[in-house]
């Protein structure tokens, strides 16, 4: 089982980026899915979760309302739409998969974890 982000890359503050994570190995239209992310000499954070339906959303204070989750369970794909990027939003992305457990700040262990894309973002 693997997944494969993409999607990152350098963009000016305001701007928008929108990540991509592919499943592969399983299907992933019953797993929990979502996004953590890592900073320079920070811990890793949680972004934004969906549950495998995609009917419930959940979102780090520091991204709501800026960033969309969403999902094509089709494509075994989830999204990261972000809009209205700031510098403190630069760092590594991580896709983060759960076949039991929502995506969410109040756990950090899951059961797949993608290799991360890299956002910059310029002040």
């Known amino acids: 089982v693997q997944l494969q982000a993409s999607g990152g890359g350098l963009v000016q503050a305001g701007g928008s980026l929108r990540l991509s994570c592919v499943g592969s190995g399983r299907s992933f239209r019953d797993v929990f899915m979502g996004w953590f992310r890592q900073a320079p000499g920070k811990d890793r954070e949680f972004v934004a979760g969906?549950?495998?339906?995609?009917?419930?959303?959940n979102y780090a204070d520091s991204v709501r309302g800026r960033f969309t989750i969403s999902r094509d369970n089709p494509k075994n794909t989830v999204y990261l739409q972000m809009n209205s990027l700031k510098a403190e939003d630069t760092a590594v992305y991580y896709c983060?998969?759960?076949?039991?457990?929502?995506?969410?700040?109040?756990?950090?262990?899951?059961?797949?974890w993608g290799q991360g894309t890299l956002v910059t973002v310029s002040s």
């Open positions: 983060v998969g759960d076949r039991n457990y929502a995506i969410s700040q109040k756990r950090p262990v899951y059961d797949y």
């Open positions: 969906a549950h495998w339906s995609g009917m419930f959303t």
